[in-house]
């Protein structure tokens, strides 16, 4: 499946692990078939990504009945050097659906 409703030579900034990992921190709740509508990928890919994350501890899943729940290691550290030193907090906090509050506007109330 993949990037198919992308333009022909379009590239973008996060990896398809980032995506998985964005889309079960949303809804830690949400079917992996519907991860992989969300990101664009083959529900098989998106099981494989599920699978490294949680195997470098970036992610935990938890059976409740019939069901998988996926708890985020906020504190997991990125992988590559250039990011060395920084956990998925941020990438978390950068993504949610929320902003957060800047220094300066807690400053000016």
């Known amino acids: ?3 198919e409703g ?3 030579g379009s590239w973008t900034f996060l990896t398809s692990h980032a995506r ?3 889309a079960l921190a949303h809804d830690p709740g949400v079917r992996l078939r519907e991860v992989a509508e969300t990101c664009m990928l083959t529900e098989r890919t998106v099981q ?3 699978a490294d994350l949680e195997q470098e501890g970036y992610l935990t899943r ?4 019939r069901r998988n729940r996926y708890r985020i290691t906020p504190g997991a550290k990125f992988r590559h050097p250039a990011e060395a030193g920084r ?3 941020g990438l978390l906090a950068l993504f ?3 902003p ?3 220094h300066r506007t807690s400053q000016r109330a």
């Open 6 to 8: 992308l333009p022909r």
């Open 62 to 65: 938890v059976r409740e009945g």
């Open 20 to 22: 998985v990992l964005l």
């Open 87 to 89: 956990d998925v907090a």
């Open 100 to 102: 957060p509050t800047s």
């Open 96 to 98: 949610a659906d929320t």
């Open 48 to 50: 494989a990504i599920v």
């Open 1 to 3: 499946m993949g990037d």
